[in-house]
């Protein structure tokens, strides 16, 4: 066999191993297509093509590897258990940025599954190989490191502190001020995923002053790098008074307001969520967001969007109105105890309704003013419905229970409080009755009111165990009207009354 021959058999085999990565990468590409792939056992084909002396082979086959272990977990796990892991870790210090591009996406879609398949990773070593891409000249493979680290560090504490351990945090943090978008974007959703775990970690991120540069990007026009932004500082509010300051510090107010009118939904929901994980630490803190016009802004966001996007803004809401009574009129006042009944009684999900009930109960639950405030907007049937619905979540009949009892407890407004006399079941009805009895004895309009819309009737039919707190309050408010009254109004007193018809013989002319 002569030198061109031999030379012709290792092309067409060179020309095989390429069209073979290159054909599985592009059957990877369809769900269809993985199952048939994944039983012709092609993971133990594409392990050494990662080593092949072409380069466009081996990174061809990373890619391949990386859609495979992206489509499932246990796809992902064929990966671990071929040791295909060390050979990626080792060839990605090594290697051209398009291999480094291709193995960090292999990590990723490796780690995204479960805690253990990330843990693997990092057994593997390939931590500080990822951190050393971040300083990769090409943007491209700090982007992919970037998103690998994330998805390592979004399981659980003790990944995200081996992510902080192997130096990951300030390299991400200059990464953020790359002027790439996408980078940027990559960057802080790992600074989000790192930050969640705890207030440790999140200080880790602050030591490095995340914060600042987290904070001039709120007003960039990419929604996608708003989102991460947000839901960035986010996670470093939430866990303490400390790191809400921290965040409020960088001036955040009220330049995030902008973002809840944003075209955006999930801008507006991650905004809608920093401001909530900010308020519910303290009053003052909440004072701020109400003088910057924090709970106006968020009453007409959650009247321009549906669903979860509301969520964290009624839970706010709830937050500020539940810290004291000025804060609650505050809310009021920014009319948004009707924005909150249109909630109860528009969205379809349960989880959305407890969250309107609980905060309507923390609006209401504070003096005659707050409950009235509530009750005027008919919103105590409604909450009575879903309270009493077998269709309601245990979680929304929780909650609407406990709105109802704090509302009505303050509630001295009589026309929202009557047809409770005929609907409410008793544990219910005892705090109804309760509040009969402390208005009427004082407002004599509402006694003459209370006998002729049936009220006084209809609370002589109640059933009250002798000495019980319900007969007290029965007793209290029929000692506000003369004896005969009561009797006229008492079951069977119309059956005496025909008896002594029936009995009575008139004087004989």
């Known amino acids: 066999m002569s030198q ?61 590897l990386g859609r495979l272990a992206n489509y499932n977990g246990d796809l992902a796990e064929a990966v671990v258990k071929g040791d295909i892991l060390p050979q990626l870790v080792y060839s990605l210090a090594e290697q051209n940025r398009f291999y480094k591009k291709a193995a960090a996406f292999v990590l990723r879609a490796v780690g995204k599954h479960s805690p253990q398949l990330a843990q693997a990773i990092v057994d593997c070593g390939a931590l500080d190989t990822l951190v050393i891409c971040l300083e990769d000249f090409d943007p491209g493979v700090k982007e992919a490191a970037a998103w ?44 989000s995923d790192i930050s ?30 708003k989102r991460q932004v947000l839901s960035a500082l986010s996670q470093i509010a939430k866990h303490s008074v400390d790191l809400a300051e921290m965040v409020v510090e960088a001036e955040i107010f009220p330049v995030v307001l902008t973002c809840l009118k944003d075209k955006d939904d999930y801008v507006k929901k991650n905004a809608s969520t920093l401001i909530r994980e900010i308020a519910k630490h303290t009053p003052e803190l909440s004072q701020l967001i109400v003088n910057t016009g924090g709970v106006a802004a968020v009453t007409d966001c959650i009247g321009s969007c549906k669903g979860n996007i509301r969520l964290p803004g009624i839970m706010m809401l709830g937050y500020v109105a539940a810290h004291s009574e000025n804060l609650a009129m505050a809310v009021i006042v920014s009319k948004a105890v009707p924005q909150l009944s249109v909630c109860l009684s ?164």
């Open 148 to 191: 690998a680290l994330g998805y390592i560090a979004r399981h659980n504490a003790e990944l995200s502190q081996a992510v902080v351990d192997a130096g990951a945090v300030p390299l991400l943090v200059l990464c953020i001020q790359e002027p790439e978008i996408a980078l940027k974007r990559i960057a802080a959703s790992a600074l």
């Open 196 to 225: 969640k775990h705890s207030p440790e970690l999140a200080q880790t991120v602050v030591d490095v002053g995340a914060i600042a540069h987290l904070a001039q990007m709120i007003l960039n026009p990419d929604s996608k790098l």
């Open 4 to 64: 061109r021959q031999v030379l012709q058999v290792f092309e067409q085999y060179q020309k095989a191993r390429i069209q073979f990565v290159q054909m599985v990468a592009e059957l990877a590409t369809r769900p269809q297509n993985i199952e048939t792939l994944q039983n012709a056992g092609v993971m133990s084909l594409l392990r050494p093509l990662l080593l092949d002396v072409v380069p466009t082979i081996q990174q061809t086959a990373a890619l391949a």
């Open 346 to 509: 528009e969205e379809p999900e349960d989880h959305i309704k407890a969250a309107a009930a609980w905060a309507l109960g923390q609006i209401g639950r504070h003096t005659p003013e707050h409950a009235r405030a509530v009750a005027v907007t008919n919103t105590l049937p409604v909450l009575l419905s879903l309270y009493m619905s077998t269709e309601s979540s245990e979680d929304l009949q929780t909650k609407s229970k406990k709105a109802i009892k704090s509302i009505l407890q303050k509630c001295t407004y009589l026309p929202a409080l009557e047809p409770f006399l005929y609907d409410a079941p008793p544990n219910i009805l005892k705090h109804v009755v309760g509040q009969f009895s402390k208005v009427l004895p004082h407002d004599s309009k509402a006694r003459r009111l209370f006998v002729t819309s049936g009220g006084l009737k209809k609370v002589q039919e109640i059933k009250a165990g002798p000495g019980s707190l319900l007969q007290e309050y029965i007793n209290s408010i029929n000692s506000c009207y003369p004896e005969e009254i009561v009797r006229y109004y008492s079951p069977g007193y119309s059956d005496a009354l025909l008896q002594r018809v029936d009995s009575y013989q008139p004087l004989a002319n």
